[in-house]
């Protein structure tokens, strides 16, 4: 059996500077590798790919379990963009690495979208 995640954030729609804060749950993590959260942007459309990863949270290596978390956005963003010729994505990440071993073993993973606004905006 492979690793498999869960991931539940509380919200989804984060400010500027402000968290993000949610639930992972993974089960099937026999190899014992490290399991962490990630929260990244990326950008779609015409021009120069962008792409970042700007806050992690390790959850430690248990085969199984639940874990809550809290990241926080870039207090200057970017912002959620969804414009005619690029789009700015937000998407918070978890992820179990596969194991190393002779074995094909998929890598356990789940994501969830998130919608960064201005601060101010969620007021």
Same mark, same amino acid.
């Given at each position: 059996?492979? @690793?498999? @995640?869960? +991931?539940? +954030?509380d919200h989804g729609v984060a400010e500027c500077g402000g968290p993000v804060v949610g639930t992972v749950h993974w089960t099937g993590n026999r190899r014992r590798q490290p399991v962490a959260v990630v929260l990244h942007y990326r950008t779609e459309g015409r021009g120069d790919v962008d792409a970042g990863v700007v806050a992690g949270h390790d959850l430690g290596d248990a085969e199984a379990g639940e874990a809550r978390f809290r990241l926080?956005?870039?207090?200057l963003g970017p912002v959620t963009y969804h414009g005619q010729l690029l789009r700015l994505l937000w998407q918070v990440a978890v992820q179990i690495p596969a194991s190393r071993s002779y074995h094909r073993s998929r890598t356990g993973s789940a994501t969830a979208d998130l919608t960064v606004v201005p601060r101010g905006w969620l007021r």
């Open positions: 059996m492979s @690793a498999q @995640a869960r +991931l539940v +954030l926080e956005v870039p207090p």
